[in-house]
């Protein structure tokens, strides 16, 4: 597509459900990024994605927190047995690469999920 | 760890008038620093990228410096328009050869009044 999609916009769950939040990003991105942003914060980063790789996952709050990228296109951040501090918009980035081409570090951002946990 | 700071949190100006938002860092080992805007509901479009051996970038109404040294970025908005109307966040990328996720600030609010 023309840009990163992420779906579904927004989720409402009740306490201690499970979602699974959706990233497509950029067709040839070979990095993919999330982030959560709590109302009124900047976005805070969860975790990286160099192709199917997980390089990165030092931001994932909890082990309730679980991504992947299976085939180096398509992400899912699943988040098990929601909390109410679970709620926040969930952003998703692409960029072609990571490397020294600032072309190429450009992050493309999709319009996030916004999640409400009940 | 680094961290970024945006003030203010929150500005209102009258149409026309010329501003300054300000974004500052704790940690001067960046790899480049984003400007960012986020229009409610939506995701964040990039305005500006400023490689850190860069001093300034400008594109159409907006310049954006960078002082490395000093920790410090401003964003200079030329006679603003209400479709400026917006949240502007700031960011940082660490050296290339890490996982080169942006930190970022906190944001500022900015409304432009007719």
């Known amino acids: 597509g023309a840009g990163v999609s992420q779906s579904p916009r927004y989720k409402v769950a009740k306490r201690g459900q499970d979602v699974a939040l959706r990233c497509d990003p950029i067709?040839?991105?070979?990095?993919l990024f999330w982030y959560q942003q709590a109302l009124g914060q900047g976005p805070e980063f969860l975790t990286y994605?160099?192709?199917?790789?997980?390089?990165?996952k030092s931001g994932l709050p909890s082990d309730r927190f679980f991504a992947e990228r299976p085939e180096g296109s398509v992400s899912t951040l699943k988040i098990q047995r929601t909390q109410q501090e679970d709620s926040a918009v969930y952003l998703c980035?692409?960029?072609?690469?990571?490397?020294?081409?600032?072309?190429?570090?450009?992050?493309?951002f999709g319009a996030g999920t916004r999640l409400s946990v009940l | 760890k680094q961290e970024v700071t945006q003030i203010p949190a929150a500005l209102s100006v009258p149409e026309g008038e010329n501003l300054v938002l300000n974004c500052s860092f704790t940690?001067?080992?960046?790899?480049?620093l984003q400007w960012f805007r986020q229009d409610p509901g939506k995701g964040l479009t990039s305005l500006l990228l400023?490689?850190?051996?860069?001093r300034e970038q400008t594109s159409g109404r907006l310049n954006a410096s960078l002082d490395k040294s000093s920790g410090r970025s401003t964003l200079y908005i030329a006679a603003s328009q209400p479709g400026d109307s917006a949240t502007y966040l700031c960011?940082?990328?660490?050296?290339?050869?890490?996982?080169?996720?942006?930190?970022f600030g906190t944001g500022t609010r900015l409304q432009v009044t007719l």
């Open positions: 067709s040839g991105h070979v990095s």
């Open positions: 400023i490689q850190s051996s860069q």
């Open positions: 994605f160099q192709n199917e790789a997980q390089l990165d």
């Open positions: 980035a692409s960029s072609l690469a990571a490397g020294s081409s600032s072309a190429k570090n450009i992050q493309y």
């Open positions: 940690d001067s080992a960046i790899y480049n």
């Open positions: 960011a940082v990328m660490p050296w290339a050869g890490t996982a080169s996720k942006l930190t």
